[in-house]
């Protein structure tokens, strides 16, 4: 039996359904729509085949119930070109979001953010079942600074307005 993981969306309501090929490698699918007849079945299209040429038209779809894929093997019928994520990398994108949250909310400074994220990440590679190796690698801390300072930017611009600098800015 074929299962998902469902992990949160950024932008939609819909979670994005995540399926596992090997310890390596795996794919995401967003939510494509539900079935007529059966309300209990739910549409999902690959998100890597989208990227090989941004047409929705011939992406792998998985029909699922609940977490269970009920077309048949999830590995067959994806485009030509299409080409899965690697589970590491996903797994410290996932971190690199969290320190990015943390910054933009206004919890924690960059450094925390940085700091407790990169533990937190390499502490879950066990239960994740990812390579810790890779996982570092992945950890590419050039842009993930870059990406966080935007982030604190764009919360001053909101703190400023009392007048006050916030802590890490003194
Ligand atoms: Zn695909």
Redesign the pocket.
């Given at each position: 039996m074929f299962k998902v993981e469902f992990t949160r969306s950024v932008k939609g309501k819909h979670p994005i359904a995540r399926f596992r090929l090997n310890r390596e490698e795996c794919?995401t699918y967003c939510y494509v729509g539900c079935g007529r007849k059966d309300n209990n079945i739910t549409y999902y299209g690959?998100?890597?085949?989208?990227g090989?040429d941004r047409n929705a038209k011939g992406?792998?779809q998985i029909h699922l119930n609940g977490t269970v894929i009920v077309n048949g093997d999830p590995s067959i019928g994806?485009?030509e070109g299409?080409k899965?994520l690697r589970t590491a990398v996903v797994h410290a994108e996932d971190y690199k979001r969290r320190a990015s949250k943390e910054v933009r909310v206004g919890t924690t400074t960059i450094g925390n953010a940085r700091l407790h994220n990169h533990s937190l990440m390499l502490a879950t590679c066990d239960e994740a079942d990812v390579d810790e190796t890779e996982t570092r690698k992945s950890w590419v801390l050039k842009s993930l600074n870059s990406r966080l300072n935007k982030n604190k930017v764009m919360r001053v611009a909101s703190i400023t307005e009392t007048g006050d600098l916030p802590q890490e800015l003194k």
């Amino acid at each position: 039996m074929f299962k998902v993981e469902f992990t949160r969306s950024v932008k939609g309501k819909h979670p994005i359904a995540r399926f596992r090929l090997n310890r390596e490698e795996c794919n995401t699918y967003c939510y494509v729509g539900c079935g007529r007849k059966d309300n209990n079945i739910t549409y999902y299209g690959c998100n890597q085949c989208k990227g090989v040429d941004r047409n929705a038209k011939g992406c792998k779809q998985i029909h699922l119930n609940g977490t269970v894929i009920v077309n048949g093997d999830p590995s067959i019928g994806h485009k030509e070109g299409c080409k899965a994520l690697r589970t590491a990398v996903v797994h410290a994108e996932d971190y690199k979001r969290r320190a990015s949250k943390e910054v933009r909310v206004g919890t924690t400074t960059i450094g925390n953010a940085r700091l407790h994220n990169h533990s937190l990440m390499l502490a879950t590679c066990d239960e994740a079942d990812v390579d810790e190796t890779e996982t570092r690698k992945s950890w590419v801390l050039k842009s993930l600074n870059s990406r966080l300072n935007k982030n604190k930017v764009m919360r001053v611009a909101s703190i400023t307005e009392t007048g006050d600098l916030p802590q890490e800015l003194k």
